[in-house]
């Protein structure tokens, strides 16, 4: 097993800023596994994972990264493949259900827009997952940056979802994320046609920065299948808007460990736009030592922080943390 290094700076982190807002109890809402040798061109589709310490992730590799950023805590959560352009995915889909499986966790199998309903019945039927994991790579609209909801995840797949009470595991498009007008158009009218699938917004609702969480949250509904996920947002002012904005119940604690989060560094505001800054990113001018920390650490802390300046109660935290995720995806806390 590889081993976990912590800094001074990490644990100091995670004593004054993280340690006291946490539960006992954790639920990660959003963890990918990936087998580097399922994605023949990662050098190109998916570089951090070529790094020793982010590639080739099984569920054991995952529980040492929850072992090691919360040790005081029981983590359990849900896993899901990686999505990259050129994946086997037949063989990832396997994998990741035979290491949840035997893990005891909930998964997502990732989709794609092309696949019929009669083949993603026999993967369902066969696999039994909790998820289905579309992703914005494999839009056929001709420009994946502006790829629309159904894009991403076609009518025929969302009526086999809702048939079989399924989960979506949503990393929606366009440069504004949830905040795009069309996006919210989409999510609002599916969640209606579909009231049998839980709708997850990923990494809230792909809203990195204040200002499309607050467009987002504007006319978001409230509905009791529709969720947002906290993995890999970093901004304070972000979770400041979701926890007083929005139904707490609806909440989801995430990471987006290991590949997309375990990197030292944080993902950044930049004007209107967003981006992972690592370490190595950064220059070190007039020997200013290294005091970065990772960035699930950064987004960790970020959202402990809101939780406090919004006044959370203790149940607030049980809820976001643990109850709401084992309430979506009927997990007896058995894994």
């Known amino acids: 097993m590889r081993t976990i ?11 004054h800023e993280i340690r006291p807002f946490v539960p006992q109890r954790i639920f990660d809402a959003h963890t990918h596994l990936i087998a580097n040798h399922f994605h023949p061109r990662i050098e190109e589709t998916m570089p951090m994972a070529c790094d020793p310490v982010l590639g080739n992730v099984d569920c054991a590799y995952l529980q040492a990264w929850w072992r090691a950023l919360l040790p005081d805590a029981n983590v359990a959560g849900m896993v899901m493949g990686f999505p990259t352009t050129d994946v086997e995915m037949a063989l990832e889909n396997a994998y990741v259900a035979e290491q949840a499986t035997a893990a005891g966790y909930p998964f997502a199998i990732l989709t794609h827009p092309t696949t019929s309903a009669e083949d993603l019945r026999g993967e369902i039927e066969r696999l039994h997952p909790a998820v289905l994991k579309p992703y914005l790579v494999f839009a056929q609209n001709g420009d994946t940056a502006m790829a629309a909801i159904t894009d991403l995840i076609p009518e025929h797949q969302l009526a086999l979802a809702d048939e079989y009470g399924l989960a979506i595991m949503l990393h929606v ?15 609002t009218r599916l969640v209606k046609t579909y009231p049998n699938c839980q709708f997850i917004l990923a990494h ?21 299948n529709l969720w947002l996920d906290t993995s890999a947002v970093c901004d304070l002012g972000v979770f400041m808007a979701l926890l ?31 981006h992972a800054c690592t370490t190595a990113m950064v220059k070190r001018a007039n020997g200013m030592p290294d005091k970065t920390t990772f960035a699930a650490y950064e987004s960790l802390a970020a ?15 049980e809820n976001i943390f643990y109850r709401n995720a084992c309430g979506l995806f009927g997990f007896s806390g058995e894994a």
Request: charged share 30%.
């Open 204 to 224: 809230c609702g792909r809203c990195f920065i204040p200002p499309n969480m607050d467009a987002t949250l504007d006319e978001l509904p409230v509905a009791e």
């Open 5 to 15: 290094e912590l800094t001074e700076h990490d644990r100091f982190i995670y004593e």
């Open 173 to 187: 498009s366009k440069p504004r994320g949830m905040a795009d007008r069309d996006n919210l158009a989409d999510i």
């Open 244 to 274: 007083t904005r929005y139904d707490r119940s609806r909440v989801l604690f995430g990471t987006d460990l290991v590949t997309a989060t375990a990197f030292r560094g944080n993902y950044i505001r930049l004007g209107m736009s967003w």
């Open 303 to 317: 959202l402990c922080r809101a939780l406090r300046l919004s006044q959370c109660s203790e149940e607030d935290h």
